[in-house]
């Protein structure tokens, strides 16, 4: 038996893997009769260690038990069961799925489509769905396809619905209602209109109903529609913010550009998930379930009325018994998101996955939108200037996570770093910098930050075994980055090696997996 931790990190999240007994299984069974069982408006979510790989839950269980293919039909979920859907079939997401859950989301995506067709509404949403069902029947049919799977039955089961789905988007055709149907939009009153217009939520209906009548543009035009929306999704301090970046703060109400304004504030601050649709599923803090605000749950409050009393006696009480959870949250507890998907084929029944999340920015390289970054990223390049404060931001949580581990009779020895992309290059700063010797670091398809500083801020052993892949045809962190970082690690650390892959991009392969793997059983010592 062998104890290490190995964290996995890229933009989006990290994951340390942490060597522990377990029996726990990460494949997730697939209940063929499980649609004749009621469906309950809940589901209990299994968190154990927070930080731990979520591999105790089952997304074709959760989805049948918060009964997501009806929510197609409810106008309030739609969109949140769209978005949902959007996140699974990008990438790998859906082909890292167990069979009988693949096939549940693809029901579901079937489902959205007969919705559209019969309500001939949201066409837009059904025509990105299909987009990306196209990319992936394009992506996956370049390989063969009964080695992601295990079946090409089941893939040739899935080219049929995904044929359907098709078939049903391309023959929906939007008709105008006949002339008999009154009152049309723009027969009714300016302020009905108004109204209606200020309970869009989100600009890009609101500038695309601009098109639609004159009335309508000139409605959407007014300050009153931009000022109300501004207030609505941001707080006041955000918006004093703004006003005084622009030099607003003194002037008059007239005189403001609330459409700028708007922008201005999504582009700093983004829009709160839970803002941009109609209802989103909620987590109980209590009872630790997943359920729909509007269905309820059977809270252990409920069933156990001294419960919050012995919670706040605990000294754990919290104000916000239930919190918002949007898409990629929910996903997050099935693992399909980061590294945490690729770490199946490399986890042992013993070793633990931690999987923190990166903070929420502005990224320069993303306009200066949010998203969920260790640092700032001004651009990938050798020679322009860096996040220095935030690449050491980042190292120090790191470093922490690492002691905590520590702490609890981990030893460094069998302890690895690795991740991918912006998680690799935070991964090389921080396991050169930390000053105990790690098992081992991992750097795929990334770069050396703040290269200039090395060797000097080295404080690892230059005996600490460092793995790099790379990419040759990586259009992201271009292949020659990798190598220049490479020649800059061989000249301090005595057991640096770069590993190629022909033909890869900015993405990971079976080699590279299989490499990672042989690297971790080389470096992390058993006992």
Request: hydrophobic share 35%.
């Amino acid at each position: 038996m062998y104890r290490y931790i190995e964290p996995m990190i890229q933009i989006e999240d990290i994951a340390l893997c942490i060597s522990e007994c377990s029996n726990t299984s990460d494949t997730e069974n697939d209940n063929e009769n499980g649609d004749n069982e009621v469906v309950p408006p809940h589901c209990h979510i299994t968190l154990k260690c927070t930080r731990e790989i979520a591999g105790f839950n089952g997304l074709g269980e959760a989805v049948r038990r918060l009964d997501f293919r009806s929510s197609v039909r409810d106008g309030r979920r739609f969109n949140y069961v769209c978005a949902l859907l959007r996140l699974v079939v990008s990438g790998k997401g859906i082909t890292s799925l167990p069979g009988g859950a693949q096939r549940l989301l693809l029901q579901m995506l079937e489902e959205v489509a007969m919705h559209v067709g019969e309500s001939q509404q949201n066409i837009n949403v059904l025509r990105g769905l299909v987009q990306q069902l196209r990319a992936l029947l394009n992506q996956e049919n370049q390989k063969c396809w009964g080695k992601p799977l295990g079946s090409q039955t089941l893939w040739a089961e899935h080219v049929q619905t995904i044929q359907r789905i098709q078939d049903i988007a391309s023959q929906i055709e939007i008709k105008e209602p006949g002339p008999n149907i009154r009152p049309k939009l723009h027969d009714l009153p300016e302020e009905c209109v108004r109204e209606i217009i200020l309970r869009i939520t989100d600009y890009k209906d609101l500038e695309a109903s601009a098109s639609a009548c004159s009335l309508m543009a000139a409605l959407i035009s007014e300050q009153r529609v931009w000022r109300e929306l501004s207030q609505y999704q941001f707080t006041k301090q955000q918006i004093d913010v703004i006003l005084e970046k622009m030099s607003l703060q003194d002037t008059k109400e007239r005189h403001r550009n609330w459409q700028a304004i708007y922008h201005a504030l999504r582009k700093m601050y983004g829009v709160r998930e839970e803002l941009q649709y109609a209802e989103i599923l909620a987590f109980c803090r209590l009872c630790r379930c997943l359920f729909w605000p509007s269905a309820g749950h059977p809270c252990i409050v409920d069933q156990c009325p001294d419960f919050r009393q012995r919670v706040q006696e605990a000294g754990n009480s919290n104000s916000n018994e239930t919190q918002p959870v949007p898409p990629a949250k929910f996903l997050q507890y099935f693992s399909l998101h980061g590294w945490a998907t690729s770490m199946g084929a490399l986890r042992t029944p013993d070793m633990k996955v931690i999987c923190p999340t990166a903070p929420n920015m502005p990224v320069t390289m993303n306009g200066g939108f949010r998203l969920n970054s260790w640092f700032d990223l001004k651009s990938i390049s050798i020679s322009d200037p860096e996040d220095e404060e935030g690449i050491k931001k980042a190292t120090r949580y790191v470093h922490e996570l690492i002691q905590s581990e520590m702490k609890a009779g981990i030893l460094s020895n069998r302890i690895m770093l690795g991740g991918f992309s912006q998680g690799g290059a935070l991964a090389l700063y921080a396991g050169l910098t930390f000053a105990e010797p790690l098992a081992g670091v991992m750097a795929l398809s990334c770069w050396l930050p703040l290269h200039k500083s090395f060797p000097s801020v080295r404080k690892c052993p230059d005996t600490v075994p460092v793995l790099q892949c790379h990419g040759d045809c990586d259009p992201i962190v271009f292949y020659k980055f990798g190598q220049l970082s490479s020649s800059v690690l061989k000249s301090f650390m005595k057991n640096s090696h770069f590993q190629t892959y022909q033909g890869l991009g900015h993405s990971s392969c079976d080699a590279e997996l299989s490499d990672m793997k042989k690297f971790i059983d080389d470096h992390v010592p058993r006992q």
